[in-house]
């Protein structure tokens, strides 16, 4: 089976795949659990076009890389990469506004000059007289310099970035600090270190705060290395603009722009795990696994707390079939974040793939301990309580995975077989019907439909049924060769024989195939071709039941 993650419309359709929803921690203001889950991140009039000039086109990168610090204006460099989306911003207008902000603060800071006292006057200004405001999205405007200006909000990289334009013209030594998935600003002089949090209307926050609050856990190594909790320079927070706006442009689906961005990022900052893991899940969107798993492999060896990082690796290794070290991954990820449910659900699939069935649902337990309405979890639960014997829980997991989500296709899905396995093929039939009603494009709801309308006598419903299926799934011999049994027992030989051939051209080695062309071939009286299929039948299958009937068989045709 496969299946796909968890999405919070339950009204959304959930195919049952290896969970990809790429869990990447980036520098950004929105959560990174649903980075992945298609939400619109987007506003409709930014959306990102790949027409747009990019740094790769023009030089203002490359001055970037190759510019002194000391000489590096970050509101400037700012509004330069916005001018990309905004072509007609007037950059110099911007500078002046913030000039002009400085000299505002400038004219009200105490005489006393004391650190806590300026910060007070600068967040006064800013968040209670213009009321600036923090905003959790990842939209364009939120992060770039001129719209945080011109609508007066913006998440934690738009609104740092102002701050510090402000900061640098009043000569503060402010730094941007990063955490996973946020930015903060820190005032540190030398003698003392204040905090400054733009979630708060810069409030102090400790450092120890940050790191019992963070979304993502890192480790004391990815402090000691400069990853996390350190000031940085200002290249590196101008990293940070490039990797928030080279997420919107993977989720807008231009990756090429996203790859362009995020290589940037790092060129600015190779310290930050996030920029690695945001590039494996661009990778992966490129479907370039290798790379993926490169960068996922770097981003953990920067911070081995990283359990996205953990979950993201594990979900690719889950696709490449080696459940092994996917299940080690996820594992990973849960002693790193006990309440990380997308890991024991996938987690319980790998475990399921190679018949850890005790242990996957343990794994489903926990998830729905977790998350008492995840409907797909229940319905997973119940294949696997079907599976080893525990009917009254798997209908009962089925009913309640129907309940949470009426438009779960996969629940209706796994009822159906189940009342299949049951003898209750008019219901199975019902719940077939509902299955493809919410996703018509299901193969092998098809496939079981006709199978329950064979059984139950109704031939011309199943042959349809057949039909639909190989309209949908034409590369599947098997259901050639089905529909061709019933079209030769309703005597359309031509028809069947032409279905036969179709299967041993997908599979020629298909022995049901061979046999019923072989009967075909029989009733219209070409006896040879009959007995070259009947010998191929027993060549593929010397040791059937049925080979002594069809060597007598070939014996009369001779």
Not at 26 to 45: E, Q, R, T
Request: with cysteine; glycine share 6%.
């Amino acid at each position: 089976m496969k299946i796909t993650r968890k999405n919070s419309n339950k009204g959304n359709n959930k195919d049952i795949c290896f969970i990809k929803v790429l869990v990447c921690v980036l520098l950004v203001s929105f959560n990174s659990a649903k980075v992945f889950a298609g939400n619109n991140i987007i506003g409709d009039s930014q959306v990102i076009q790949q027409g747009h000039v990019q740094f790769s086109d023009n030089k203002v990168f490359q001055d970037l890389i190759q510019v002194d610090e000391e000489i590096l204006d970050i509101a400037e460099t700012s509004l330069l990469i916005a001018k990309e989306e905004y072509p007609e911003i007037k950059i110099r207008g911007y500078m002046e506004c913030i000039d002009w902000y400085a000299r505002m603060i400038k004219s009200r800071i105490p005489e006393n000059n004391e650190p806590e006292s300026i910060i007070n006057t600068i967040n006064e200004f800013l968040f209670d007289e213009l009321g600036f405001t923090y905003v959790q999205t990842g939209n364009l405007e939120d992060l770039y310099l001129n719209k945080v200006i011109d609508r007066r909000k913006g998440n934690c990289v738009g609104l740092s970035i102002l701050y510090l334009s402000i900061a640098e013209r009043l000569r503060l030594p402010l730094f941007g600090v990063n955490i996973p998935e946020h930015i903060f600003i820190r005032y540190d002089d030398g003698g003392q270190r204040i905090n400054i949090e733009m979630g708060h209307k810069g409030m102090s926050l400790s450092d120890t705060f940050y790191v019992t609050h963070s979304i993502e856990r890192f480790d004391k190594k990815s402090v000691e290395n400069g990853c996390f909790l350190a000031n940085l320079n200002k290249k590196e927070v101008i990293s940070n603009v490039l990797l928030n706006r080279s997420k919107i442009r993977r989720e807008g689906g231009d990756h090429r722009g996203a790859l362009d961005d995020c290589n940037k990022a790092i060129s600015l900052n190779s310290r930050n795990p996030g920029a690695y893991c945001n590039r494996g899940v661009i990778f992966e969107k490129m479907e370039m696994v290798s790379e993926a798993i490169k960068n996922y492999n770097q981003a953990i060896s920067l911070n081995h707390k990283y359990a996205s990082a953990y979950y993201n690796r594990g979900s690719i290794f889950g696709v490449k079939g080696e459940y092994g070290k996917a299940i080690e991954d996820f594992g990973e990820a849960i002693l790193i974040n006990p309440v990380f449910t997308l890991s024991y659900f996938n987690r319980a699939i790998a475990l399921k793939k190679v018949g850890e069935i005790e242990k996957a649902i343990q794994d489903y337990n926990k998830v729905i301990d977790i998350d008492p309405d995840y409907a797909q979890a229940y319905c997973n639960r119940g294949v696997a309580f079907a599976e080893t014997g525990g009917l009254d829980d798997a209908i009962n997991d089925f009913n309640k995975a129907i309940e949470l989500d009426p438009n779960l296709s996969d629940a209706y899905f796994a009822r159906a077989i189940f009342f299949a396995d049951t003898k209750k093929p008019e219901k199975a039939i019902e719940d077939f019907g509902r299955c493809i009603s919410l996703s018509p494009n299901k193969t092998f709801a098809y496939y079981l439909r006709a199978k329950m309308y064979k059984e139950m006598d109704d031939t011309e419903k199943a042959i349809q049924d057949f039909s639909k299926a190989i309209t949908i799934g034409p590369s599947y011999a098997g259901l050639y060769t089905e529909r061709g049994m019933l079209l030769f027992q309703t005597g359309r030989i031509e028809e069947a024989i032409t279905d036969f051939n179709k299967s041993l051209e997908l599979f020629p080695r298909n022995p049901v195939a061979f046999r019923f062309r072989g009967e075909s071939f029989k009733k219209k009286g070409q006896f040879e071709k009959a007995i070259e299929d009947f010998e191929s039948f027993l060549e593929i299958v010397p040791d059937t039941p049925d080979a002594d009937i069809i060597r007598n068989e070939i014996q009369k045709l001779k």
